[in-house]
């Protein structure tokens, strides 16, 4: 019995060095220091890891004051080059640098070790993390992506934060599939022009960029699969998608025009329209359209705005020819502003089978206007409107913030009570205190009330996060 044990003990100290590396290579850079307190033989190991991720926070922290700042700054850096020039591997697959007041000699030599090596995945970012996202102020970038950089034919991922680029010199990057920017000034011929020059490129995620004319992804033979655009400032609000493999598109930004075309392939969409600074309803027409043109995807995501906006387009009711979506994902404050459009989402859905409910504050204009009279107290009680996916497809509902307000418990209620397929009700119970000191505990015993609503599924088990 004994004999056993000690087989157990350790099984990693049978394996070799360069498994133990693979290992390794696969935990965050963080994590991975870890390891090296584990024994004598572990001390250096993790100076082999293929993923190395150099991050500012690891030493400096935002509330820090400046003066404590600069001297944890300094530690950080002596920290990346004592590491770097103890490193005894020959290959790199992955490169990060956080650092938000980049450092010359710093950065220039953490590239060269970078390519030195054959990296594969790059990412530099030196945008500072105190810049407010929802912001309107442009920052200029801090840094130039140095020439030699371009010159690296094998690079698979390339990140850049605030950090410039010369568009015309991505030729080189013929491997090239995945490319994020943030935090820099564009332009569409720019955007264009790293498009023609990544032939290979799958996925495109533009953050914070501003002067865009406007959007073009219009480049003929895209392969592109994935499409970020969070909050980047255009000058024009037009917008237009023609990619015929594009799976996954995130937009979160103002409204505009949108023409999507040749989107067969289209699963999954996010919309947010949190930049929006004010509500108008002649905004409604123009997200229906745009609804209108994602009618196959499978899984889509929609904020409090366009919940608000999209019953005033000329049919407020639901889509004339309904959406093909499977898992709605709505991001809202479940206050009646928003009913309109959850009523005009059900609709549009028929074959709905899950709802995913993330509750936040969900906005509130001063100026809103309702489409058409609605009564708050009565809407999930009274003059109740049966939804096909209510019925007849929805499977599994989710809500995450859960606080058992009485908009939730009353729109909880009309699910369960309809809901015949329903089988899986999950509430995920918010961790804030709200304005009357209400907390988690308090949540909870709403939850439990919940699962004592009387159901129409007598396959229905609902559960408490």
Known sequence: MA?????DVDMFSKLANDLVTVIISYLPFKEAARTSILSRRWRHIWLSTKKIEFLESFFVRDDDNEETKQLHRSHFINFVHQWIGRYNATIVKTFRLVISRPVNFLVQSCISFAIARDVKELALDFHDPLWPEHGSENHEAVFDLPMHVYGHVGLESLELFSCNINASRFNNFIALKELSLGWIQLSVQ???????????LESLSLKKCWEIEYLDITVPNLRLKRLVIDKCDFNQYR????APNLRFWKYSGTEGVFRIERQ?????VELDFALQPDFDEEIGEFLYELLRQLEIVRVLTVCSFLLQVIPHAEEPFGMTVPLEVKHLILNAGMHPHEYYGINFMLKSCPSLQTLTINIGPGRRFPNYRPPFDLDPEKCWTKNIVLYPCVTSSLRVVNVRGFKGTMTEARFLNYLIFFGNVLQELNLYLSDEVDENGANRETYLGRAQRVQQFKRASVNLSISIY
């Open 3 to 7: 004999d056993n044990d000690d087989d």
């Open 239 to 242: 917008y237009e998608i023609a």
């Open 264 to 268: 067969n392939f289209l699963t999954e």
């Open 190 to 200: 720019s955007i264009r022009e790293l498009l023609v020059q990544c032939p290979f």
